[in-house]
């Protein structure tokens, strides 16, 4: 029996944070169960893929993207975990990806909370994964009985360009949208143009358009003024399943064929959704009070107290704007605060929960994970671990 560790190829971009962190998750299965000569070719999300001719693997963890790459990847008899949320025809191999679904609907969640009720995606329409993306997203906007605006970008197939929007139909289809409106994104390419276009349409972001990229990058998102809210996808936990249910298959193991899917957690906040699309005066006095003091031990009652109406008409206009009720909006910023200070802070979790409102961690852990899906501890554990890895 060979000493020699596996050899794995990793045909996964190197430009984006997806495929960044994908590949960390690999890396860091490695470590831990390794260790695996890896080779990885550094490239972009939409440069040609191949296994090099010259080389011998033991398995390959690939986004697979194209039928060539798919029959390629074939024809090699290789163990193959594909990372990909595209998939054609029949299932040819183990496959873990983000599920679309789960990141629109925070998505648009993201901007009711915020009292938008327009919406919009933009995005290289003419690429079949970002098609999936759009068509997730309109989705979930036609669910909520709500129409979902499309920018007619180019749907060539033959265009070898990953994104060339003509900024004069963009600036002209922006200026026609009802405002304030959301819009979701593909990525922080589609991002930055959008907001380059708003600034020379004369539209204030997020004021009059408020931005949301389908997946976060801290350095890039930050780059853009005012910097680009995004998705945070759990690419990190792709890499590792992928690794894991990669090492099965080489180790003789059957594997199940069914795709792992995996739901996205959170959005991060930045500049360019900060905005709440409200006109009513007295719920937007509401709002900001709520935002000031929220995580102080405050009831539905301490709000009418500051904003003098009948508790009914209170109650009905939040659900009318934000979707829920003033003791929601309470628990939501709660929560919000939550997530910051365990992603940015060592703070122990007793700490955590009183600055947010609760008297007892345990009081903080059952509300959160009621509300987000995961425990507090865990969420800690992947925001840091995501934070470490962009340095």
Same mark, same amino acid.
């Given at each position: ?12 971009? *190197? $430009? ?30 939409? +440069? *040609? =893929? ?11 963890? $690939?986004?697979?993207?194209?039928? @060539?790459?798919?029959? +390629? ?13 595209? @998939? ?22 993201? =901007? ?16 079949? #994964? ?20 499309? #920018? ?32 979701? *994104?593909?990525?922080? +390419?589609?991002?930055?143009?959008? %907001? ?54 080489? @180790? ?7 795709? %792992? ?12 959704? +900060?905005?709440? $699309? ?10 900001? #009070?709520? @935002? ?70 345990? #009081? ?28």
């Amino acid at each position: 029996m060979s000493l020699r560790p596996p050899r794995i190829a990793i045909l996964v971009d *190197t $430009a984006t944070s997806w495929g960044r962190r994908t590949i960390r998750g690999i890396l860091d299965y490695s470590l831990q169960h390794g260790p695996w000569d890896v080779w990885i070719d550094p490239k972009g999300q939409n +440069e *040609t =893929f191949s296994l090099p001719s010259d080389e011998k693997f033991d398995g390959v963890i $690939a986004r697979i993207s194209t039928k @060539q790459l798919q029959s +390629e990847l074939s024809s090699s008899k290789l163990p193959v975990v594909n990372v990909s949320g595209i @998939q054609f025809g029949k299932s040819v191999f183990p496959r873990v990806c983000i599920d679309q679904a789960t990141s629109a609907s925070l998505a648009l969640e993201h =901007f009711k909370s915020r009292a938008l009720r327009n919406f919009a995606y933009v995005g290289p329409r003419h690429l079949d #994964y970002v098609k999936q993306h759009e068509r997730a997203f309109e989705h979930a906007v036609s669910s909520s009985g709500m129409k979902c605006h499309i #920018y007619p970008s180019k749907t060539t197939r033959s265009s070898s360009y990953f994104w060339h929007p003509s900024q004069k139909k963009l600036i002209s289809w922006l200026q026609r949208l009802p405002k304030p409106i959301g819009i979701y *994104t593909w990525g922080f +390419e589609v991002g930055r143009d959008l %907001i380059l276009a708003c600034r020379k349409a004369g539209l204030q972001v997020p004021h009059d358009v408020a931005i949301l990229g389908g997946d976060y990058d801290e350095l890039l998102s930050d780059a853009c003024h005012p910097a680009l809210s995004g998705i945070l996808t759990p690419a990190q936990q792709v890499g590792y399943q992928a690794a894991s249910i990669l090492h099965q298959q080489i @180790q003789g193991e059957k594997v199940h064929q069914e795709a %792992i899917i995996l739901p996205t957690e959170t959005v991060v906040e930045r500049l360019s959704t +900060e905005v709440m $699309a409200i006109d009513d005066p007295q719920i937007l006095q509401a709002i900001q #009070y709520l @935002q000031a003091h929220a995580c102080e031990n405050i009831t539905v009652d301490d709000i009418l107290r500051k904003v003098p109406m009948a508790r009914r008409a209170l109650e009905r206009k939040f659900k009318s704007l934000l979707g829920r009720s003033p003791a929601k909006e309470i628990c939501h910023i709660r929560i919000q605060r939550a997530r910051k200070l365990l992603a940015e802070t060592n703070l122990p979790m007793q700490d955590i929960a009183e600055a947010c409102g609760y008297t007892s961690y345990t #009081y903080l852990g059952n509300v959160f994970k009621k509300e987000t899906g995961i425990s507090p501890g865990r969420y800690r554990k992947d925001a840091q671990a995501y934070k470490m890895e962009q340095r």
